[in-house]
C-alpha cells in the first residue's frame, strides 16, 4: 500500500482561458478500486493524462507507483501473445540479451547476465505463458487467439486482453479510462466480476451498473471540487442527493431569514430616525433622553444588519455542487397507422457467412424495442437494413410508408467544423440545438468550438441533441450512451419516459435498458 498524494494542482489548456483544475488537493490509496465520475468535458482524461506527466502543471502529485494507461497503442501486426508480453515487460531484449552474455563469456558479461536473469524471474519470465493463459482464461478469451495476429482480434477481445497484460504487469497501478464502450453486456459483466477480483487502479465509467459493482471508493470531479468518498456510485449518488437536498432546504430557510431581518433593519432603523427627529423642539432634559433612546435604537439596527451579513455569507457557500439537470423535450410524430416496421423470418449474411437468421418483430406505436446480443452478432445491421442500406439479406422486410426517421450513429469521428455549419449542414434549428445541449452541461464557451476539438462524450451529445430536435415517427439510436456522463444518461432516460418516443435502440447499458425497453429482441 502507499499513497497518491496530489496537492494544489492547478491546470489549463494553452489554448483556454479557464483551468480545468485549480489549487486541487487530495490523496489516493494505490490498494483502492477507484472510480472515477463526473460529466463531460470535466477534466477525467486531463487528469490520468497528468498522472502520466504528459502535459505540465502547477502543484504537485507525489507517488511511488508507475502509471499505466488503459487504453494504449500497440503493434497490431504482430501475435496476440507479443503484444501482451511486450507490455509486461521486455522479455525479448533481456533473452537477447543474457544469450549474448553467455556467447561473450567474459566476467562482465556474466555479470550483466545475472542481472538481467534477476529482472527476468522477477518478472515471471520463465512461466509467464501459463500465466498469461490463466489470465486470459478469466476474461473468457479462448487461448487460440494468442496466436493469431493481433489486428483480427474483436474490439472486445482487444479490451480485455490489453488489461490483462496491465494486470500482469509488476508495480504498477491501471489508469482505466472507459473500457465498456466496445463491449456488449455479456463482456461488461465478464469484465466487470474480473476487475472486482483485482486492487489497485483508478476506473472512469459511466455504467452506473458495472461501477457499482466493482469499486469500493469514487473519486467525483464535481462543479466546484473534487471529493474522495468511501462505497461505490449508489452510495455517492444518495450521499450527494442528501447534501443537495440539504442545502436547497438550507437556502430557502437562509432567504426567509434574510427577508425578515431585512426588514427588522428598515423597521428599526426608521424608528430611530424618528425617535431622532423628536428631539427638535423638545426640552434639553428631554432631548438627552430621546437621543439615548434613537442610539439605542440604532445599535439594535446595526446588529441586525450585521447577523444579515454574517447568513448572507453562509448562502454563499451552499448549492456550489448542484448539478443543473434540467428536462430534456423532443417532438415525436405520430404515425397513421399502429404499426411501424414488420420484419419475419430476417436472416443476415456477410461473404457467405451467417450472422443470424430467422429473426422476427414487430415495431408498433409507443414500442421502445432494445436490440440485444453480443459483438458482431448483427444488430447494427438490422438497423442500417432499416435506414435503407444495401444489406445481403433474406426475409421480409416492411417498413411503414412516409415513414420518418431520426438517427444516431455509433460513430462520431467525423464530427468536425462549427455549430452553425452543422445545424446548417442536418436542417436543424441552432437556437433550439444549442438549448438542449446546454441542458446537458454545454458551458457557452464550449459552442465557440470546432467540433472535432470536443471530448468524446460532448460528441455523443451533439447527435442525441440533433436527433432530439429531428420530429421523426422513429428514433433509431446505435449504441447512443457511449462516453455520456451518467447524469445524462439518467436525462435522457427520463426524456423517453416521459414522452415515449417509438425507439429501435442498440445499447449495452444495463440499467438504461431495464428502464427504457418494452420489448426486447434476443440475437
Known amino acids: 500500500m502507499s499513497i497518491i498524494s496530489v496537492n494544489n494542482l492547478t491546470f489549463s489548456y494553452e489554448s483556454s482561458y479557464e483551468n480545468i483544475f485549480?489549487?486541487?488537493?487530495?490523496?489516493?490509496?494505490?490498494d483502492w478500486k477507484l472510480g472515477f465520475i463526473g460529466r463531460n468535458g470535466r477534466g477525467k482524461t486531463t487528469f490520468l493524462k497528468l498522472l502520466m506527466e504528459e502535459y505540465k502543471y502547477s502543484g504537485t502529485i507525489n507517488h511511488s507507483v508507475e502509471f499505466d494507461y488503459f487504453p494504449f497503442d500497440v503493434d497490431d501486426n504482430i501475435t496476440t501473445k507479443e503484444v501482451i508480453k511486450n507490455k509486461i515487460a521486455p522479455f525479448n531484449e533481456w533473452e537477447k540479451?543474457?544469450?549474448?552474455?553467455?556467447?561473450?563469456?567474459t566476467q562482465e558479461s556474466m555479470n550483466r547476465y545475472g542481472e538481467i536473469l534477476d529482472l527476468y524471474i522477477n518478472h515471471d519470465g520463465y512461466i509467464i505463458d501459463e500465466l498469461i493463459e490463466k489470465e486470459i482464461t478469466k476474461l473468457e478469451v479462448n487461448i487460440?487467439?494468442?496466436?493469431?495476429?493481433?489486428?483480427?482480434l474483436s474490439n472486445g477481445e482487444r479490451t480485455k486482453l490489453l488489461l490483462a497484460a496491465l494486470f500482469l504487469k509488476k508495480n504498477n497501478f491501471l489508469l482505466i479510462d472507459e473500457p465498456t464502450?466496445?463491449?456488449?453486456?455479456?463482456?461488461?459483466?465478464?469484465?466487470?466480476?474480473?476487475?472486482?477480483?483485482?486492487n489497485g487502479f483508478i476506473l472512469v465509467s459511466h455504467d452506473r451498473y458495472f461501477i457499482d459493482n466493482i469499486v469500493d471508493h469514487i473519486l467525483s470531479i464535481n462543479k466546484n471540487n473534487i471529493e474522495v468518498q468511501k462505497g461505490n456510485f449508489s452510495s455517492w449518488q444518495l450521499n450527494k442527493d442528501n447534501k443537495d437536498n440539504y442545502e436547497i432546504n438550507e437556502n430557502e430557510k437562509l432567504k426567509k431569514e434574510i427577508s425578515n431581518l431585512e426588514t427588522s433593519f428598515r423597521r428599526t432603523a426608521g424608528w430611530s430616525n424618528l425617535v431622532e427627529k423628536s428631539k427638535i423642539g423638545s426640552h434639553s432634559y428631554d432631548r438627552g433622553y430621546i437621543g439615548h433612546k434613537a442610539a439605542k435604537m440604532m445599535k439594535r439596527a446595526k446588529s441586525t444588519e450585521n447577523r444579515k451579513e454574517n447568513l448572507i455569507e453562509e448562502k454563499k457557500k451552499l448549492l456550489k455542487n448542484i448539478e443543473r439537470a434540467d428536462d430534456l423535450k423532443i417532438i415525436p410524430l405520430k404515425y397513421h397507422k399502429n404499426n411501424l416496421i414488420n420484419i419475419e423470418d430476417l436472416s443476415i449474411t456477410y461473404d457467405n457467412y451467417t450472422i443470424f437468421k430467422n429473426i422476427s418483430f414487430l415495431v408498433n406505436q409507443g414500442d421502445r424495442v432494445s436490440i440485444r446480443g453480443k459483438n458482431g452478432s448483427g444488430k447494427s445491421s438490422i438497423l442500417k437494413l432499416i435506414l435503407g442500406e444495401s444489406i445481403n439479406h433474406l426475409g421480409t422486410v416492411n417498413i411503414g410508408s412516409g415513414l420518418i426517421l431520426s438517427y444516431v450513429s455509433q460513430n462520431t469521428d467525423y464530427l468536425s467544423g462549427s455549430f452553425r455549419k452543422f445545424c446548417q449542414s442536418e436542417n436543424i434549428e441552432e437556437s433550439l440545438f444549442k438549448a438542449l445541449l446546454s441542458k446537458l452541461d454545454f458551458t457557452p464557451n464550449v459552442f465557440e468550438k470546432d467540433l472535432s476539438e470536443l471530448s468524446d462524450g460532448q460528441k455523443k451529445k451533439v447527435l442525441i441533441a440533433k436527433s432530439l430536435v429531428q420530429k421523426a415517427h422513429l428514433y433509431i439510436w446505435d449504441e447512443p450512451l457511449n462516453y455520456i456522463d451518467v447524469l445524462s444518461r439518467i436525462q435522457i432516460e427520463n426524456l423517453i419516459i416521459s414522452y415515449k418516443p417509438t425507439m429501435i435502440f442498440v445499447?449495452?447499458?444495463y440499467q438504461f435498458n431495464e428502464n427504457i425497453a418494452t420489448k426486447t429482441i434476443f440475437i
Do not use: A, Q, W
Open 97 to 105: 540479451e543474457m544469450n549474448y552474455c553467455i556467447k561473450l563469456n
Open 507 to 509: 445499447e449495452h447499458d
Open 22 to 30: 485549480e489549487n486541487v488537493s487530495f490523496n489516493i490509496d494505490t
Open 181 to 198: 464502450n466496445h463491449l456488449d453486456m455479456e463482456g461488461r459483466e465478464t469484465l466487470s466480476n474480473y476487475l472486482k477480483s483485482k
Open 144 to 152: 487460440n487467439v494468442l496466436f493469431r495476429p493481433f489486428f483480427t
